[in-house]
């Protein structure tokens, strides 16, 4: 789902009470039609963030029963793994102040009361909140609508990180990224204006949206180039998906101003990384990942045409 959608949030409900799960369900679901799940536990939340994609509205009850971890520490988790894309309050049956503080200073938004705040005050938040239209702005890349390099890079880093400290068999033991280039981008500017280019980068982004699965993460890295992250995928299999996304795109030519039909093309490049060449340092292993798809992505381009440079 683009960033800019206008969609409904998906909504998380984490408390250990399944008479609240149940109560948010009725009112987030069936009431109000967004896509509501629920967890009991630290552990399970942490699942549910990873395996749904896109924007999310998370409502985290402080004190988590019958595991090792508490809400305060979901709170931090979303602070420093996922808030580019999570939007995270603090929900409690306590009333102090010392409470709400914590539960600020972990990363909430605002605290909500059991006792006070009902759950349709929670539906309100989820829809209006300004600090949510908030993230999904700055999570999204004007022309495109795709996600920017910014989120790009913390969803990854946080999926990478997961998978090296949660070695469970839903967290994926192998990763690969496309690095993708237009080809002569720099010509569809030149010979038919920048509106055509703009055209040229949004169809791109069509293609990508259509290719990828729920579980792929998409940006435009910036300029003419695109990644795209495909948990579970091994070189082979992203080669493929690479190929597939490059028919797609020569198969959807744009129309100019002026009428002109313009065909054009893509050069991809691939990177892979598994589980256990995941260091202390994820950001610097996604660099290298992305250096190494980049290099393949220009080596392809230059046999695409020897004379061709980067745009």
Not at 20 to 29: G, P, S, V
Not at 170 to 192: E, G, M, T, Y
Not at 230 to 256: C, F, H, M, N
Request: glycine letters at 6%; hydrophobic letters at 40%.
């Amino acid at each position: 789902m683009p960033t800019g959608s206008v969609e409904k949030p998906v909504v998380l409900m984490v408390d250990d009470d399944q008479d609240i799960r149940d109560m948010a369900q009725t009112y987030f679901e069936e009431v109000h039609g967004h896509h509501f799940v629920a967890a009991n536990s630290f552990d399970e939340a942490v699942r549910v963030i990873h395996d749904t994609r896109g924007q999310m509205v998370a409502f985290v009850d402080i004190h988590l029963k019958g595991g090792r971890k508490s809400g305060l520490d979901l709170l931090r988790y979303i602070q420093e793994n996922a808030s580019h894309r999570v939007v995270a309050y603090a929900f409690t049956g306590e009333t102090s102040l010392l409470v709400e503080a914590k539960a600020l200073q972990a990363g909430a938004i605002n605290v909500f009361h059991k006792s006070v705040d009902q759950i349709d005050r929670l539906v309100v938040y989820a829809e209006q909140s300004l600090v949510s239209r908030l993230v999904r702005r700055w999570a999204e890349d004007d022309l495109t609508g795709l996600d920017n390099f910014h989120a790009f890079r913390r969803a990854v880093v946080a999926e990478m990180t997961s998978a090296r400290d949660r070695q469970e068999r839903q967290h994926p033991a192998v990763f690969s990224l496309l690095f993708i280039d237009a080809d002569r981008f720099k010509s569809i500017n030149d010979n038919h204006g920048h509106l055509a280019g703009d055209m040229a980068l949004k169809t791109i982004a069509q293609v990508l949206r259509r290719s990828v699965r729920p579980t792929d993460h998409v940006c435009r890295k910036g300029g003419d180039e695109f990644l795209v992250w495909l948990p579970g995928a091994d070189e082979a299999k992203a080669t493929e998906v690479g190929r597939d996304i490059q028919k797609a795109i020569t198969e959807s030519p744009i129309t100019a101003e002026s009428g002109d039909t313009i065909q054009f093309t893509v050069s991809v490049g691939t990177g892979q990384v598994r589980r256990e060449d995941i260091g202390d340092d994820v950001e610097q292993v996604l660099e290298a990942v992305i250096a190494r798809a980049n290099k393949r992505e220009m080596d392809e381009k230059s046999l695409l045409d020897p004379a061709t440079q980067r745009n």
